[in-house]
């Protein structure tokens, strides 16, 4: 018996010290999770929340008067069913394909020129940024003024004897003119990403492809753009979610217009629900644009991870 009882007793003490090993880390942490909680509660009382109510209004004719009415896939057969969904999902993908061919590059050409910059970089940092701080009301004025028939453009235009064009009241250019205004503004916050890449760049590789007689192209082309390849895949994916959601240039430039050439599938969706004050199919188009928008966040997380 005493045998047996030494030999038992062996068997729990390796038990009970696991046990207290958990106990002890648990206590250690106890207060940085107590610390994370109120961020946790915000993230899903104003995320997740509205994420699952959206789902559940989404079959659902809402009325904060009469109340809701439950009629299941009405507001989805209505969306498949409504003209403008299609027109707005062609502006949407138009609207990102012009900004991957004006937009996306700049920034990367601006910060690999600031950092071949020998003297007045910091200087040229911050007036490339300045745009990004520009409030929306004055860059809508601002720009509207520049675009104006007899403003600024049309002007040098006119000048060098071309006829004036109508940038904004001319549905051939009118999501052009956007593009180039926000990309404009908003190239200096991307800029400043990609310049900390390029920063990140071992000094070595540079003055190693020096000595051997390699030139700037020879660098950025060899180098640089192969050492950004994951932050470049990254914003790439990034500005297409972002694009895809784009809405306010659209409404407050040209509310959609001219001839809804500049009606995104954003855009359609803030028309529903504060227009038409539709919110069910408001959120049915909501809905299938997390759904896709999900699936772009998955391919962003898995390209991410193979590259980090």
């Known amino acids: 018996m005493g045998q047996s009882a030494i030999a038992a007793e062996q068997e729990i003490k390796p038990e009970s010290a696991v046990h207290r090993r958990r106990n002890g880390r648990w206590k250690k942490h106890l207060w940085g999770y107590l610390f994370l909680l109120p961020a946790l509660i915000i993230f899903v009382l104003f995320l997740w929340v509205p994420i699952i109510k959206g789902f559940v209004y989404s079959f659902y004719h809402v009325d904060f008067v009469k109340g ?9 057969a209505k969306v498949f069913h409504d003209g403008d969904v299609l027109i707005s999902i062609k502006n949407t ?7 991957l061919a004006i937009g996306f590059w700049v920034p990367i050409a601006v910060s690999i020129a600031i950092s071949e910059l020998r003297k007045f970089q910091g200087f040229v940092r911050i007036a490339a940024y300045l745009p990004y701080v520009v409030p929306g009301v004055v860059l809508y004025g601002l720009w509207r003024w ?11 235009l006119t000048t060098l004897g071309f006829d004036p064009v109508s940038f904004i009241s001319d549905s051939r250019w009118s999501m052009v003119s956007l593009v180039v205004m926000e990309t404009w503004q908003q190239f200096g916050s991307a800029m400043l990403i ?8 071992p000094k070595d590789w540079y003055e190693a492809s020096e000595i051997d007689g390699a030139g700037v192209w020879a660098r950025i082309r060899h180098i640089t753009l192969p050492s950004m390849k994951g932050l470049i ?17 659209q409404l407050a430039m040209l509310d959609g217009g001219p001839n809804k050439a500049t009606l995104t599938y954003a855009l359609l969706i803030v028309k529903y629900a504060f ?34």
């Not at 990609?194 to 760049?201: S, T």
């Open 93 to 99: 993908f138009y609207y990102m394909l012009l900004c």
């Open 194 to 201: 990609y310049l900390a890449g390029v920063l990140a760049i």
């Open 68 to 76: 809701n009415e439950f009629v299941g896939f009405d507001n989805y």
């Open 146 to 156: 520049l675009y104006d028939p007899i403003g600024p453009i049309n002007g040098v």
């Open 233 to 249: 895949v990254l914003m790439l994916i990034l500005q297409l979610i972002g694009t895809s959601q784009a809405y306010q240039a």
């Open 275 to 308: 227009t038409s004050l539709d919110y069910g199919t408001a959120t049915a188009l909501g809905v299938l644009m997390f759904i896709v928008l999900g699936v772009l966040g998955i391919l962003q997380f898995r390209l991410s991870k193979e590259d980090y």
